[in-house]
């Protein structure tokens, strides 16, 4: 009797043995749960590249090379239309041109090379000739803006920034030469004033003077629209 219980309980244990492996076989998917395999994403595009700006023109490229071969500092400005006829195309910022200015707002690189050339190779040397100082600065009314002429419902120069107005130089030993002040003023004052605007008229389509009429009264008015030739 002994020895059969014991067979009996040796095939028991391996009975329950063999029973909870089928168990745990049965159940193996679930007790290791299996990932979610993720898709692959889409590769994102890349966005495309901007357009680069049209080059400048040739002549607005050469009048860039002119103004660098002339030791001018200056940085070309992004072409612009504001509307209403108002634009500013092929323009550039005078940062230095050897003489001190204010105002200088965008300019037409043609306005801004004979300006700076102006300033440098006739008021300077007029400065010293005539008046026996250095000019520390000239002043002007601006450059660009958007504007009719005057009296007038045409588009002034100055509304394409291709026009400059000049008020007053101011010398090294401290007097200031005024257009409205000084263009009826003494011998030497209106010597320096004659002879920088007879040299601009060599410079610029058009120039206009206080002897154009009042509106001109303070200032020189310099431009290269037209045909040129029309100095006052």
């Known amino acids: 009797m002994v020895e059969l219980a014991t067979r009996y309980s040796v095939w028991r244990s391996a009975a329950l043995a063999a029973t909870m492996a089928a168990m745990l076989a049965a159940c193996s998917g679930d007790l290791v749960p299996k990932g979610r395999v993720a898709r692959a994403s889409k590769p994102v595009k890349s966005a495309r590249p901007a357009t680069p700006p049209a ?14 071969s002339q030791s001018v500092a200056f940085t070309p400005l992004p072409d612009q239309n504001f509307g209403g006829g108002c634009s500013a195309i092929g323009s550039v910022k005078l940062l230095d041109i050897g003489v001190p200015t204010s105002g200088l707002g965008a300019m037409t690189c043609n306005l ?5 050339a102006w300033s440098r190779h006739a008021v300077q040397p007029a400065a010293r000739l005539i ?6 600065k000239i002043e002007t009314f601006g450059t660009y803006n958007c504007r009719p002429i005057a009296g007038s419902g045409k588009l002034s120069e100055h509304a394409h920034s291709n026009a400059i107005d000049v008020s007053a130089f101011v010398l090294s030993d401290g007097r200031r030469i005024s257009v409205e002040k000084d263009w009826n003023g003494d011998k030497r004052t209106r010597q320096f004033l004659e002879v920088v605007h007879a040299s601009a008229c060599k410079r610029f389509n058009t120039v206009l003077s206080p002897n154009y009429n009042a509106a001109h009264r303070d200032h020189f008015h310099f431009d290269m629209g037209g045909r040129g030739g029309f100095c006052r």
Do not use: M, S
């Open 112 to 116: 801004a090379a004979n300006f700076a």
């Open 55 to 68: 080059p400048p023109p040739l002549e607005t490229r050469q009048c860039f090379a002119k103004l660098q």
């Open 131 to 136: 008046l026996g100082a250095e000019i520390e």
